[in-house]
Protein backbone atom coordinates (compact mmCIF):
# COMPACT_ATOMS: atom_id res chain seq x y z
CA UNK A 1 0.00 0.00 0.00
CA UNK A 2 1.39 3.39 -0.45
CA UNK A 3 1.88 6.34 2.06
CA UNK A 4 -1.08 8.33 0.02
CA UNK A 5 -3.71 5.81 0.46
CA UNK A 6 -2.82 4.74 4.21
CA UNK A 7 -3.37 8.10 4.87
CA UNK A 8 -6.23 8.14 3.07
CA UNK A 9 -7.78 5.11 4.98
CA UNK A 10 -6.34 6.35 8.09
CA UNK A 11 -8.71 9.35 7.83
CA UNK A 12 -11.93 7.54 7.11
CA UNK A 13 -10.99 5.21 10.06
CA UNK A 14 -11.10 8.50 12.23
CA UNK A 15 -13.95 9.63 10.34
CA UNK A 16 -16.55 6.90 10.43
CA UNK A 17 -14.88 4.40 12.45
CA UNK A 18 -15.38 0.64 10.98
CA UNK A 19 -17.62 1.55 8.48
CA UNK A 20 -15.75 3.84 6.76
CA UNK A 21 -13.18 1.00 5.84
CA UNK A 22 -16.01 -0.97 3.90
CA UNK A 23 -15.35 -1.04 0.27
CA UNK A 24 -17.80 1.68 -1.09
CA UNK A 25 -18.10 -0.15 -4.76
CA UNK A 26 -20.12 -2.81 -2.80
CA UNK A 27 -23.81 -2.60 -4.32
CA UNK A 28 -22.90 -0.58 -6.98
CA UNK A 29 -23.01 -1.69 -10.73
CA UNK A 30 -20.25 -1.98 -12.90
CA UNK A 31 -20.65 1.27 -15.82
CA UNK A 32 -18.79 -1.57 -18.40
CA UNK A 33 -21.42 -4.05 -17.14
CA UNK A 34 -22.94 -5.30 -20.48
CA UNK A 35 -27.28 -4.71 -20.77
CA UNK A 36 -29.13 -7.38 -19.53
CA UNK A 37 -30.64 -7.78 -23.12
CA UNK A 38 -27.60 -8.78 -24.80
CA UNK A 39 -26.54 -11.23 -22.59
CA UNK A 40 -29.85 -12.76 -23.46
CA UNK A 41 -29.65 -12.10 -26.83
CA UNK A 42 -25.86 -14.36 -26.82
CA UNK A 43 -27.51 -17.33 -24.68
CA UNK A 44 -30.13 -17.06 -27.06
CA UNK A 45 -27.96 -17.29 -30.12
CA UNK A 46 -25.76 -20.28 -28.32
CA UNK A 47 -29.20 -21.93 -27.58
CA UNK A 48 -31.00 -22.17 -30.84
CA UNK A 49 -28.05 -21.56 -33.59
CA UNK A 50 -25.10 -22.42 -31.98
CA UNK A 51 -25.80 -25.25 -29.64
CA UNK A 52 -22.97 -27.14 -30.87
CA UNK A 53 -19.97 -24.74 -31.37
CA UNK A 54 -17.08 -24.64 -29.14
CA UNK A 55 -16.73 -21.40 -27.75
CA UNK A 56 -13.99 -19.99 -29.46
CA UNK A 57 -15.76 -21.10 -32.84
CA UNK A 58 -19.08 -19.08 -31.45
CA UNK A 59 -17.04 -16.09 -30.02
CA UNK A 60 -15.79 -15.31 -33.70
CA UNK A 61 -19.48 -15.50 -35.17
CA UNK A 62 -20.87 -12.74 -32.50
CA UNK A 63 -19.38 -9.97 -34.36
CA UNK A 64 -21.81 -11.37 -37.54
CA UNK A 65 -24.85 -10.28 -34.92
CA UNK A 66 -23.74 -6.95 -34.34
CA UNK A 67 -22.19 -8.20 -30.67
CA UNK A 68 -18.21 -7.20 -29.72
CA UNK A 69 -17.47 -8.86 -26.46
CA UNK A 70 -14.63 -10.69 -25.68
CA UNK A 71 -13.89 -13.88 -25.29
CA UNK A 72 -13.36 -14.07 -21.66
CA UNK A 73 -17.06 -12.20 -21.20
CA UNK A 74 -18.67 -14.64 -23.81
CA UNK A 75 -17.29 -17.62 -22.28
CA UNK A 76 -17.87 -16.29 -18.65
CA UNK A 77 -21.75 -15.79 -19.82
CA UNK A 78 -22.11 -18.99 -21.18
CA UNK A 79 -20.48 -20.82 -17.79
CA UNK A 80 -22.88 -19.12 -15.44
CA UNK A 81 -26.06 -19.93 -18.04
CA UNK A 82 -24.99 -23.86 -17.41
CA UNK A 83 -24.48 -23.98 -21.18
CA UNK A 84 -20.56 -24.47 -21.18
CA UNK A 85 -18.90 -26.99 -18.64
CA UNK A 86 -15.51 -25.31 -17.02
CA UNK A 87 -12.42 -26.43 -18.31
CA UNK A 88 -10.59 -29.07 -16.08
CA UNK A 89 -6.79 -28.29 -15.42
CA UNK A 90 -4.32 -28.58 -17.81
CA UNK A 91 -2.22 -31.79 -17.51
CA UNK A 92 1.91 -31.58 -17.18
CA UNK A 93 3.40 -29.57 -19.74
CA UNK A 94 4.88 -31.46 -22.99
CA UNK A 95 7.05 -29.73 -24.57
CA UNK A 96 6.32 -29.92 -28.92
CA UNK A 97 8.69 -30.91 -31.61
CA UNK A 98 9.94 -27.73 -32.96
CA UNK A 99 8.57 -26.93 -36.66
CA UNK A 100 10.15 -26.89 -39.95
CA UNK A 101 11.80 -23.54 -40.53
CA UNK A 102 10.78 -22.98 -43.78
CA UNK A 103 7.49 -24.27 -46.10
CA UNK A 104 7.65 -27.13 -48.06
CA UNK A 105 10.11 -29.00 -45.90
CA UNK A 106 8.14 -31.63 -44.50
CA UNK A 107 4.46 -32.50 -44.61
CA UNK A 108 1.64 -34.47 -42.89
CA UNK A 109 -0.68 -36.47 -44.05
CA UNK A 110 -3.66 -38.61 -42.25
CA UNK A 111 -6.73 -39.51 -42.68
CA UNK A 112 -9.65 -38.69 -40.17
CA UNK A 113 -13.10 -41.17 -39.94
CA UNK A 114 -15.61 -38.96 -38.38
CA UNK A 115 -19.51 -37.96 -38.47
CA UNK A 116 -19.22 -34.85 -40.21
CA UNK A 117 -22.94 -34.67 -41.30
CA UNK A 118 -25.66 -35.98 -39.33
CA UNK A 119 -25.47 -39.54 -40.49
CA UNK A 120 -22.59 -39.95 -42.48
CA UNK A 121 -19.62 -40.95 -41.40
CA UNK A 122 -16.76 -40.34 -44.27
CA UNK A 123 -13.16 -40.09 -44.35
CA UNK A 124 -11.42 -36.38 -44.31
CA UNK A 125 -8.10 -36.61 -45.63
CA UNK A 126 -5.46 -33.32 -45.21
CA UNK A 127 -1.72 -32.68 -46.43
CA UNK A 128 -0.59 -29.81 -44.08
CA UNK A 129 2.90 -28.49 -43.81
CA UNK A 130 4.77 -28.34 -40.88
CA UNK A 131 6.45 -25.29 -40.79
CA UNK A 132 3.23 -23.46 -40.93
CA UNK A 133 0.00 -25.13 -40.62
CA UNK A 134 -1.11 -24.41 -43.61
CA UNK A 135 -3.56 -27.09 -45.28
CA UNK A 136 -2.70 -27.49 -49.15
CA UNK A 137 -5.12 -30.32 -49.36
CA UNK A 138 -8.42 -31.34 -47.80
CA UNK A 139 -11.35 -33.32 -49.18
CA UNK A 140 -14.05 -36.15 -48.10
CA UNK A 141 -13.75 -39.89 -49.36
CA UNK A 142 -15.95 -42.92 -48.50
CA UNK A 143 -12.56 -44.69 -47.43
CA UNK A 144 -8.64 -43.96 -46.98
CA UNK A 145 -6.57 -45.32 -49.54
CA UNK A 146 -3.95 -45.68 -51.83
CA UNK A 147 -5.99 -43.83 -54.22
CA UNK A 148 -6.71 -40.74 -51.97
CA UNK A 149 -3.21 -40.03 -50.90
CA UNK A 150 -2.15 -40.76 -54.69
CA UNK A 151 -5.41 -37.63 -55.72
CA UNK A 152 -3.54 -35.51 -52.54
CA UNK A 153 -0.28 -35.52 -53.56
CA UNK A 154 -1.66 -34.26 -57.65
CA UNK A 155 -3.23 -31.63 -55.86
CA UNK A 156 -0.03 -30.57 -53.84
CA UNK A 157 2.54 -31.07 -55.87
CA UNK A 158 0.89 -29.87 -59.18
CA UNK A 159 -0.34 -26.59 -57.16
CA UNK A 160 3.09 -25.97 -55.39
CA UNK A 161 5.74 -28.17 -56.22
CA UNK A 162 8.09 -31.02 -55.17
CA UNK A 163 8.41 -31.07 -51.60
CA UNK A 164 11.48 -32.72 -49.03
CA UNK A 165 9.35 -35.08 -47.07
CA UNK A 166 6.18 -36.76 -45.98
CA UNK A 167 5.42 -37.75 -42.84
CA UNK A 168 2.73 -39.91 -42.33
CA UNK A 169 0.76 -42.96 -40.13
CA UNK A 170 1.84 -46.44 -40.39
CA UNK A 171 -1.41 -47.45 -42.35
CA UNK A 172 -1.00 -50.54 -45.08
CA UNK A 173 -1.04 -48.42 -47.89
CA UNK A 174 1.97 -45.92 -46.79
CA UNK A 175 3.79 -49.22 -45.36
CA UNK A 176 4.12 -52.75 -45.32
CA UNK A 177 4.60 -54.11 -41.32
CA UNK A 178 5.87 -57.35 -40.88
CA UNK A 179 5.10 -57.60 -37.20
CA UNK A 180 2.37 -55.90 -35.71
CA UNK A 181 3.35 -53.00 -33.96
CA UNK A 182 6.77 -53.53 -35.43
CA UNK A 183 8.86 -51.54 -37.56
CA UNK A 184 8.11 -51.12 -40.78
CA UNK A 185 10.02 -52.23 -44.23
CA UNK A 186 12.42 -50.51 -45.37
CA UNK A 187 13.18 -52.58 -48.49
CA UNK A 188 9.16 -53.83 -49.70
CA UNK A 189 7.37 -50.46 -50.43
CA UNK A 190 4.20 -49.81 -50.89
CA UNK A 191 2.52 -48.12 -54.16
CA UNK A 192 2.79 -44.70 -52.35
CA UNK A 193 5.87 -45.67 -51.04
CA UNK A 194 7.36 -46.75 -54.72
CA UNK A 195 5.67 -43.18 -56.33
CA UNK A 196 7.24 -40.99 -54.02
CA UNK A 197 10.79 -43.14 -54.21
CA UNK A 198 10.26 -42.00 -57.81
CA UNK A 199 9.71 -38.68 -57.18
CA UNK A 200 12.55 -37.85 -54.39
CA UNK A 201 10.41 -37.26 -51.79
CA UNK A 202 11.26 -39.04 -48.36
CA UNK A 203 8.29 -41.53 -46.39
CA UNK A 204 9.08 -40.82 -42.74
CA UNK A 205 6.63 -43.24 -40.64
CA UNK A 206 5.19 -42.07 -37.24
CA UNK A 207 5.50 -44.60 -34.59
CA UNK A 208 3.09 -43.22 -31.70
CA UNK A 209 0.26 -40.92 -31.88
CA UNK A 210 2.51 -38.54 -30.11
CA UNK A 211 4.65 -38.19 -32.48
CA UNK A 212 1.68 -37.16 -35.01
CA UNK A 213 0.75 -34.43 -32.22
CA UNK A 214 -0.15 -32.01 -34.80
CA UNK A 215 -2.05 -33.43 -37.13
CA UNK A 216 -3.91 -34.33 -34.46
CA UNK A 217 -4.67 -31.35 -33.41
CA UNK A 218 -5.34 -29.98 -36.38
CA UNK A 219 -8.02 -32.64 -36.50
CA UNK A 220 -9.20 -31.42 -33.45
CA UNK A 221 -10.12 -28.27 -34.67
CA UNK A 222 -11.27 -29.18 -37.84
CA UNK A 223 -13.80 -31.65 -36.10
CA UNK A 224 -14.89 -28.99 -33.71
CA UNK A 225 -15.78 -26.67 -36.46
CA UNK A 226 -16.23 -28.06 -39.96
CA UNK A 227 -19.66 -30.14 -38.67
CA UNK A 228 -21.07 -27.10 -37.74
CA UNK A 229 -20.18 -25.07 -40.58
CA UNK A 230 -21.80 -27.72 -42.78
CA UNK A 231 -24.81 -27.64 -40.43
CA UNK A 232 -25.38 -23.84 -41.05
CA UNK A 233 -24.64 -24.14 -45.07
CA UNK A 234 -27.54 -26.84 -45.49
CA UNK A 235 -24.80 -29.52 -46.92
CA UNK A 236 -25.49 -33.24 -46.46
CA UNK A 237 -24.03 -34.85 -49.48
CA UNK A 238 -20.39 -35.29 -50.76
CA UNK A 239 -19.83 -33.41 -53.18
CA UNK A 240 -21.50 -30.31 -51.94
CA UNK A 241 -19.25 -30.42 -48.86
CA UNK A 242 -15.89 -31.03 -50.58
CA UNK A 243 -16.70 -28.14 -52.84
CA UNK A 244 -17.63 -26.06 -49.59
CA UNK A 245 -14.28 -27.30 -47.94
CA UNK A 246 -12.20 -26.03 -51.14
CA UNK A 247 -13.82 -22.83 -51.76
CA UNK A 248 -15.30 -20.99 -48.49
CA UNK A 249 -14.00 -22.98 -45.88
CA UNK A 250 -10.38 -23.74 -46.42
CA UNK A 251 -9.19 -19.94 -47.11
CA UNK A 252 -10.66 -19.23 -43.54
CA UNK A 253 -9.47 -21.96 -41.93
CA UNK A 254 -5.75 -21.45 -42.90
CA UNK A 255 -6.30 -17.44 -42.78
CA UNK A 256 -7.20 -17.68 -38.97
CA UNK A 257 -4.74 -20.55 -37.98
CA UNK A 258 -1.83 -20.50 -40.06
CA UNK A 259 1.32 -19.25 -38.16
CA UNK A 260 4.80 -17.34 -39.62
CA UNK A 261 7.37 -19.76 -40.69
CA UNK A 262 10.78 -19.33 -38.82
CA UNK A 263 12.33 -18.41 -42.25
CA UNK A 264 11.03 -16.79 -45.15
CA UNK A 265 11.66 -17.97 -48.42
CA UNK A 266 9.82 -22.01 -49.86
CA UNK A 267 11.58 -25.37 -49.88
CA UNK A 268 8.78 -25.92 -52.75
CA UNK A 269 10.49 -26.80 -56.02
CA UNK A 270 8.80 -27.03 -59.32
CA UNK A 271 7.47 -29.96 -60.90
CA UNK A 272 8.86 -30.38 -64.50
CA UNK A 273 8.49 -34.15 -65.20
CA UNK A 274 6.74 -36.60 -66.71
CA UNK A 275 2.49 -36.28 -65.58
CA UNK A 276 2.20 -36.77 -61.86
CA UNK A 277 -1.03 -39.19 -63.40
CA UNK A 278 1.79 -41.31 -64.58
CA UNK A 279 3.85 -41.70 -61.35
CA UNK A 280 1.04 -40.69 -58.72
CA UNK A 281 -0.76 -44.65 -59.63
CA UNK A 282 -1.00 -47.93 -59.43
CA UNK A 283 1.70 -50.10 -61.50
CA UNK A 284 2.53 -53.67 -61.24
CA UNK A 285 4.48 -55.43 -63.61
CA UNK A 286 2.97 -58.17 -66.05
CA UNK A 287 4.59 -60.65 -68.69
CA UNK A 288 2.89 -60.84 -71.95
CA UNK A 289 1.11 -63.90 -72.83
CA UNK A 290 0.97 -65.91 -76.07
CA UNK A 291 -1.31 -64.22 -77.52
CA UNK A 292 -0.16 -60.52 -77.27
CA UNK A 293 -2.58 -59.53 -74.22
CA UNK A 294 -1.72 -58.42 -70.74
CA UNK A 295 -4.27 -60.19 -68.23
CA UNK A 296 -4.84 -57.48 -65.12
CA UNK A 297 -7.12 -58.49 -62.72
CA UNK A 298 -9.73 -60.54 -64.09
CA UNK A 299 -9.48 -58.15 -67.21
CA UNK A 300 -8.00 -59.16 -70.47
CA UNK A 301 -5.98 -56.37 -72.29
CA UNK A 302 -5.02 -56.79 -75.74
CA UNK A 303 -1.90 -54.96 -77.21
CA UNK A 304 -2.63 -53.15 -80.21
CA UNK A 305 -0.64 -53.24 -83.57
CA UNK A 306 2.52 -51.21 -83.44
CA UNK A 307 4.74 -50.72 -86.25
CA UNK A 308 7.76 -50.69 -83.99
CA UNK A 309 7.08 -54.58 -82.78
CA UNK A 310 5.32 -57.39 -84.38
CA UNK A 311 4.07 -58.88 -80.70
CA UNK A 312 5.54 -58.21 -76.90
CA UNK A 313 5.07 -62.03 -76.32
CA UNK A 314 6.82 -62.93 -73.29
CA UNK A 315 8.02 -59.41 -72.29
CA UNK A 316 7.65 -57.52 -69.66
CA UNK A 317 5.81 -55.03 -69.64
CA UNK A 318 3.64 -52.18 -66.63
CA UNK A 319 -0.21 -51.85 -66.10
CA UNK A 320 -0.98 -48.07 -64.58
CA UNK A 321 -4.34 -48.08 -62.81
CA UNK A 322 -5.43 -44.18 -62.87
CA UNK A 323 -7.40 -42.61 -60.28
CA UNK A 324 -10.33 -42.55 -62.63
CA UNK A 325 -10.23 -46.31 -63.30
CA UNK A 326 -9.04 -46.34 -66.56
CA UNK A 327 -6.03 -48.56 -67.57
CA UNK A 328 -2.50 -48.35 -69.73
CA UNK A 329 0.14 -51.05 -70.63
CA UNK A 330 3.90 -49.32 -71.06
CA UNK A 331 7.05 -51.17 -72.15
CA UNK A 332 9.68 -49.01 -70.49
CA UNK A 333 9.14 -45.35 -71.02
CA UNK A 334 6.70 -46.09 -73.96
CA UNK A 335 2.74 -46.01 -73.01
CA UNK A 336 1.46 -48.77 -75.95
CA UNK A 337 -2.17 -48.71 -75.33
CA UNK A 338 -4.68 -47.05 -73.29
CA UNK A 339 -8.34 -48.80 -71.67
CA UNK A 340 -11.23 -48.66 -69.89
CA UNK A 341 -12.16 -49.43 -66.56
CA UNK A 342 -13.39 -52.38 -67.91
CA UNK A 343 -10.50 -53.58 -70.27
CA UNK A 344 -11.89 -52.14 -73.81
CA UNK A 345 -9.18 -50.54 -75.56
CA UNK A 346 -9.32 -46.55 -76.00
CA UNK A 347 -8.67 -45.14 -79.92
CA UNK A 348 -5.98 -42.09 -79.16
CA UNK A 349 -7.38 -40.66 -81.88
CA UNK A 350 -10.48 -40.35 -79.93
CA UNK A 351 -9.20 -39.98 -76.68
CA UNK A 352 -6.98 -36.76 -78.02
CA UNK A 353 -10.06 -35.26 -79.56
Known amino acids: MSVSSFFRWRRR ?46 HEKLAGHGIHRSYTWTKTALQRAGLVERA ?5 HRRKRPRKPMVGMMLHQDGSRHEWVPGQ ?24 GTNSTFR ?40 VGRALGQLDIELIPAYSP ?26 TDMAAANRFLAETFL ?10 PAEP ?4 IPYRGRPLEDILCVQ ?17 LQIPADRHRHHYVKSTVRVHEYLDGTLAIFHGPRCLAHYTADGTPIDRQEAAA
Open 13 to 58: YEAEGEAGLVDRRIGKANARRAPVDETMAVITLFKTEYFDFTVKHF
Open 210 to 235: EARGRSERMFGTLQNRLPQELRLAGI
Open 284 to 300: EERVVGNDNTVRYHRRV
Open 88 to 92: KKRGQ
Open 152 to 191: ALIEVIGGWGLFGSLYADRGSHYWQTPEAGGKVSETAPTQ
Open 251 to 260: PEHNRRFCVE
Open 265 to 268: GSAF
Open 121 to 144: VWDMIVTMDDADGRIYSAFFVAEE
